[in-house]
């Protein structure tokens, strides 16, 4: 049996979906089926026992039978760009899950979003290995109430237009499905 190539995959792959539509694993199908390792970076930080019941899902899910240790995990809830830089890796595909989580962690700390997605997108162009990023696209509800709420949705929709536009490959996933909007998955 021939052991998976990571060279098969495309070298920016965006998986967009919303909450609990199975694009975290999808994307993670991706690269096991096409690498023997892969580097998840996380963006998620545990505020609270929901949250962090949600990242130890997450875990468990990679971690689990005939996984082992496939992944390696790396956190980064706010410096995403110079984290990709230094772990691309042609034969180590690395996911990063969730951007959404990683918007929302600059608002509340003061950051720039726009200097922020300028800086991700540079290092996109430059990472050494394919890279599948995760997202929510959280402008298919309701206009949010309050105004934090319309700029953060906004500022989603703009950071996924963004990345999509300089991705090889776009993935919508509704109900656990792949819908390809750009290029082959």
């Not at 984290?83 to 509340?108: E, F, G, K, Q, Y």
């Amino acid at each position: 049996m021939l052991a998976p190539v990571a060279g098969a995959l495309p070298s920016i792959t965006l998986v967009l979906g919303g909450a609990r539509s199975g694009k975290s694993q999808y994307a993670e199908t991706l690269i096991a089926n096409a690498a023997i390792s892969g580097t998840y970076i996380a963006t998620a930080e545990a505020g609270d026992a929901e949250m962090a019941a949600r990242i130890a899902h997450h875990r468990a899910r990679r971690h689990s039978v005939g996984r082992g240790d496939f992944w390696r995990t790396i956190d980064a809830p706010l410096d995403l760009a110079p984290v990709i830089l230094d772990h691309a890796d042609p034969a180590r595909p690395i996911l990063v899950d969730c951007l959404t989580l990683w918007l929302s962690n600059l608002m509340l700390a003061g950051r720039v979003a726009e200097h922020e997605t300028e800086a991700l997108l540079g290092a996109l162009r430059d990472a050494a290995g394919p890279v599948l990023l995760v997202a929510n696209e959280v402008g298919l509800g309701l206009v949010p109430e309050t105004p934090l709420g319309r700029q953060f949705r906004d500022a989603a929709g703009r950071l996924n237009q963004s990345v999509a536009a300089l991705a090889d490959c776009v993935v919508f996933i509704a109900a656990g499905l792949p819908l390809v909007l750009k290029g082959a998955a």
